[in-house]
């Protein structure tokens, strides 16, 4: 068996094991099994973070420790028409050439390949390595849950390699930071005097991560929805039942859906205005997407929101912004500030909105959080935000980068790209709890992350253990 299939048989066992955010208990009662079975010791933190020991090969014992660092959970995404149930069902896979993915759910290759790199370096005996510590993190996606949870001690290696980036050949050495905003509009319900009722569905959307493809002219659901709705209001007044977009801060809104109260005479105005709403974002997003589709059917009429309420709801949906807010003014092509409107819904009577803010330059996060805050503000509802996380600053001259780019253009003959990315990752969190850390981020090819077409390219993996392996190999 090759390293890669090796690779590939431990990720699918830790596929079969349910893990969304904040229900990681089971895999890692795995990992804690593994670690015993394997001689390693491992310990779990107040936050559920885990860390395995083990100890350097023959003529590394006295190394310095090295840190493998990923984390467990992952984006729990389907299709509409997938029946998989992510609290219960293992992840079903599929090869296609050099690409594997699962059956119309995220893959969770972000960032279970990791774990599986991780347990593979430790198990296979030809693999010369100083002392790791595999640190793996919980609730990394809802907002670097478990890793700002950390406290100072729970591991001593000064050297950290994070194995959550998704393109192979590049080393990642800085992030950005992030931040929450949240939106809670209270409704009135009361008979709105309208004997019909539809239902909106914005579906047909690529979807993807907020950070690495908020600059790829993707649409967001949330946003096509409000635009929808707002093109209905001016065909005939409606008065809202329902409303729901999006699945998860961190991902691009595929599909959303509202139902409304109109008149019936109203119905063929709000028909017209959707087939002509339809041409214009698919003419509008040609070169990014393909079968934006805006569906209407008719519902049963029930309690709805007054008509004053429903058109603050479109306001709030027009006006909060989504994508790209700045580019960097000192790294051409890179995105230094973007907002995600990322969920809306209605929960206890109010209408809930969640967006998620990112930047390099943590003040200009905070202006956009304090703007969408604003906005809220102005339409009459309760607006808060979470803790902001820090990014991660760039270090040229760091001598772990140094020794990364020597390993890895000396073994492919290429020097790898060093960049720096407009996603969080850990390195971020754990540096500013921990301070001197060398730290870099690298990892197989994965991609469409946090969408049902995520895919991780085969032939990388094997990159990514070569790389390692030398690299370890060299750290005495």
């Keep these: 068996m090759t390293p890669t299939q090796t ?49 350097g090969t023959a003529g590394y014992e006295n190394a310095p420790a090295i840190v493998l660092q990923g984390h467990m959970d992952m984006v729990c995404e389907k299709t509409p028409d997938s029946t998989h149930d992510f609290t219960r069902d293992s992840i079903r896979f599929i090869t296609e050439g050099e690409w594997l993915y699962a059956d119309r759910t995220t893959l969770g290759a972000d960032n279970g390949i990791a774990i599986a790199i991780g347990l593979a370096l430790i198990e296979d005996p030809s693999v010369a390595h100083p002392p790791l510590e595999l640190l793996f993190t919980v609730e990394e996606e809802v907002g670097l849950g478990g890793a700002g949870l950390l406290k100072p001690g729970f591991f001593s290696g000064k050297t950290l390699l994070n194995l959550d980036s998704e393109d192979e050949g590049t080393f990642i050495i800085g992030c950005a930071g992030g931040q929450k905003a949240e939106i809670y509009l209270p409704l009135t319900w009361q008979a709105a005097g309208l004997g019909a009722a539809l239902h909106l569905r914005v579906s047909g959307l690529r979807g993807g991560h907020s950070g690495v493809d908020i600059h790829k002219h993707y649409a967001s659901a949330n946003k096509l929805l409000g635009r929808a709705l707002a093109r209905i209001q001016r065909a005939s007044p409606i008065a809202l039942m329902h409303i729901h977009g999006g699945t998860a801060h961190n991902a691009i809104a595929r599909e959303a859906a509202a139902s409304f109260l109109c008149a019936k005479d109203g119905i063929p105005a709000i028909e017209n205005a959707m087939r002509e709403l339809e041409k214009t974002l698919n003419a509008e997003y040609s070169a990014s997407e393909s079968g934006i589709a805006l569906r209407l059917s008719p519902v049963a009429p029930g309690r709805a929101a007054t008509l004053s309420d429903t058109a603050k709801v479109i306001h709030l949906l027009t006006a909060i912004p989504h994508g790209v807010a700045e580019m960097s003014a000192s790294v051409e092509g890179f995105v230094e500030t973007s907002n995600n409107l990322a969920k809306i819904e209605i929960v206890d009577d109010a209408l809930h909105i969640t967006t998620s803010q990112r930047s390099t330059v943590m003040s200009r996060m905070e202006e956009l959080t304090a703007r969408i805050v604003a906005i809220g503000l102005l339409a009459g509802a309760e607006s808060t935000n979470t ?25 492919f003959g290429v020097a790898p790209k060093v960049q720096m990315i407009h996603a969080g990752l850990e390195c971020g969190t754990i540096g500013a709890i921990y301070g001197d850390l060398d730290m870099i981020s690298l990892g197989a090819t994965i991609e469409n992350p946090h969408s049902p077409t995520e895919r991780l390219h085969i032939p990388s993996v094997g990159k990514v253990w070569d790389y390692l392996v030398a690299f370890l190999r060299n750290a005495k």
């Design 7 to 55: 690779i590939l048989n431990i990720f699918e066992q830790l596929s079969a094991i349910p893990r969304g955010s904040g229900n990681e208990a089971a895999i890692t009662r795995w990992l804690q099994d593994w670690a015993a079975k394997h001689g390693c010791p491992s310990q779990v933190d107040q936050a559920g973070n885990l860390l395995i020991r083990a100890p």
């Design 387 to 411: 803790p902001a996380y820090p990014g991660w600053e760039p270090d040229t001259r760091s001598p772990l980068l140094k020794r990364s780019v020597e390993t890895y253009q000396g073994l």
